[in-house]
């Protein structure tokens, strides 16, 4: 997997297959609601993560891998928030591959593991329109429960202990990027009212999964975001979310977008971890005629 780059022709070519216009801003045209832009309606095969591991390589076509997973809530708040990414893929993915050569991204659907029946989906690594492909394959389960967090950890727990990162020998990390608008949960739990972390992922764990220690285990591999999407007039606790993801991660990890922001923010964070790491620079050298697509 992870063949291939992004073109913009791809995506209008993509998008118009769907019945979609893309604009010349280069984001889908138009108003949609989640349920026309996500058309599953129970979880696609695909992105099925029962005994799955997903790999990043390094390629002679992308010898220097930058491995972003990128994981959608996709309880009931925040369908909105995956429109928004889903509009302006082109543009994210345009964006980055003006100056980064080879990003690739997993596409992962967090629910509730205590209450919802597929609350982990993941897509495999990609790196051109197979991106667009898989977020549409993203099964809104729309669950949730009233525990006042969601699962965002197994974004975690799957990048820990379900992925293989070519990147890791060269001496840098790959990037986790989660968004929704609920408190960080305390813990993975091993049974939920619906299913159990076994029967999700095929691993056999033995208790719960605390925040603090699955933490630990997940920066030896990643680099960990969060972006808390405020939305609408739904009332938040605004302290006990910043106080729940800020036990993990500073000012710079943990970031207050809104939906309109959410795109910028994800170029911003992988362009920044591309550019910090300075001993194997992953910046694209632009050729004085500029990108062809």
């Known amino acids: ?22 604009s010349s801003k280069g984001e889908i045209s138009g108003s949609y609601s989640n349920q026309e832009m996500f058309k599953a309606r129970t979880l696609d095969s695909a992105l099925d993560p029962k005994n799955a591991i997903r790999e990043c390589c390094d390629t002679e076509e992308h010898p220097n891998t930058i491995p972003v997973i990128l994981a959608l809530d996709v309880t009931g708040s925040m369908g909105q928030a995956a429109v928004e990414v ?26 509730d593991m205590a209450y919802d029946e597929y609350p982990i989906q993941a897509s495999q690594f990609e790196s051109d329109i197979r991106i667009a492909e898989q977020l549409d ?12 967090f969601e699962s965002y950890t197994a974004a975690w727990y799957f990048g820990s202990r379900h992925t293989k990162l070519d990147c890791l020998n060269r001496g840098r990390k790959g990037i986790i990027i989660t968004m929704g608008d609920e408190r960080l949960n305390p813990y993975i739990p091993t049974t939920g009212r619906y299913c159990s972390l076994a029967e999700v992922t095929g691993d056999g764990v033995q208790g719960n999964i605390e925040t603090k220690d699955l933490y ?26 910043e106080r729940s993801f800020k036990e993990y991660l500073d000012n710079a990890h943990f970031r207050k977008v809104t939906i ?15 550019e910090s790491n300075t001993e194997n620079p992953v910046i694209a050298s632009l050729k004085s005629e500029g990108i062809t697509w």
Do not use: P, Q
Not at 90 to 107: G, H
Not at 138 to 147: A, R, T
């Open 1 to 22: 997997m992870g063949c291939g780059s992004w073109t913009r022709k791809s995506y209008v070519d993509y998008a118009t297959v769907k019945g979609m216009s893309v």
């Open 86 to 111: 889903a509009k302006k893929l082109n543009v994210i993915m345009t964006n980055l591959y003006e100056k980064v050569s080879d990003v690739e991204f997993l596409i992962m659907g967090i629910g």
């Open 137 to 148: 394959k993203i099964y809104f389960e729309f669950g949730g429960g009233g525990n006042s």
């Open 216 to 241: 630990g285990e997940v920066s030896e591999k990643f680099n960990v975001y969060h972006l808390d999407v405020h939305h609408g007039s739904r009332l938040r606790d605004e302290d006990g979310i």
């Open 260 to 274: 309109d922001s959410i795109s910028d923010e994800i170029i911003d964070i992988v362009l920044n971890e591309a």
